[in-house]
């Protein structure tokens, strides 16, 4: 059964370049079936959509997000990462990766990883 | 803002049914892009409860069901039970913005 696992520092400076990396056990992130997508929660929020990475390496961006963002696979490692640069506040809360079906829903969710952006 | 609308917050006494709509536009919803939902309970992942508007993924119950018209979709949840609450949370795609969009959230409570 195909498992998420988020993994990340914890606690980033205002201004410093977050990332995060999702190990993908049980299965590939080079499936030629599924893409992979970034979602975040901030505090006692609700979910927001940051991007998502193809079987071809096409990427997706939030538009609110889309010049500080990018995404990537690393097929060796079974992984994919997130790097956000120059963090603020705003960018504290718990990353999710996940694995997206054809009706673009995501049918397994990571456990999350909480971020928290202060000095 | 969320770019689809849910309500804050429905309620429903145990056994009972509640609707959970979700509104869109003619550029997500309304362009017919697939409308799907997610259960998340306290302190953990969200969860997929349906997907492409009306199907559910294996092992969720047949108490919960979804429904799509045109910029709007709606989740029922019948037979309430106090491991329903939880929030919810629609999700779709938007051509305009060019990727995913999810609604703000519903908070479920069983009284």
């Known amino acids: 059964q195909l498992q998420l696992q988020e993994s990340g520092p914890g606690l980033v400076k205002p201004s410093e370049t977050l990332t995060l990396t999702c190990t993908v056990l049980?299965?590939?992130?080079?499936?030629?079936?599924?893409?992979w997508d970034w979602i975040r929660q901030s505090p006692g929020k609700g979910l927001e959509w940051l991007g998502t990475?193809?079987?071809?390496?096409?990427?997706l961006y939030s538009p609110s997000l889309k010049n500080r963002l990018s995404i990537s696979v690393d097929a060796s490692n079974n992984q994919l990462s997130l790097k956000l640069i120059s963090v603020t506040d705003a960018d504290t809360g718990v990353y999710y990766c996940g694995r997206v079906t054809s009706a673009r829903s995501l049918d397994v969710w990571g456990i999350g990883t909480t971020v928290t952006v202060s000095p | 803002q969320s770019v689809l609308t849910q309500p804050p917050s429905v309620s429903g006494a145990p056994g009972q049914r509640v609707d959970i709509s979700c509104t869109g536009t003619s550029s997500n919803i309304g362009s017919r892009y697939d409308v799907n939902w997610y259960q998340q309970l306290p302190g953990t992942s969200p969860r997929l409860l349906m997907f492409?508007?009306?199907l559910r993924p294996s092992g969720v119950p047949d108490r919960f069901s979804g429904s799509k018209s045109g910029t709007s979709a709606s989740l029922a949840i019948s037979g309430l039970q106090a491991e329903d609450e939880a929030h919810y949370y629609c999700q779709s795609f938007d051509r305009i913005l060019g990727g995913s969009v999810f609604g703000g959230g519903t908070k479920l409570t069983v009284l």
């Open positions: 990475i193809y079987y071809s390496g096409t990427t």
């Open positions: 049980g299965g590939s992130v080079a499936s030629t079936t599924y893409s």
């Open positions: 492409a508007d009306t």
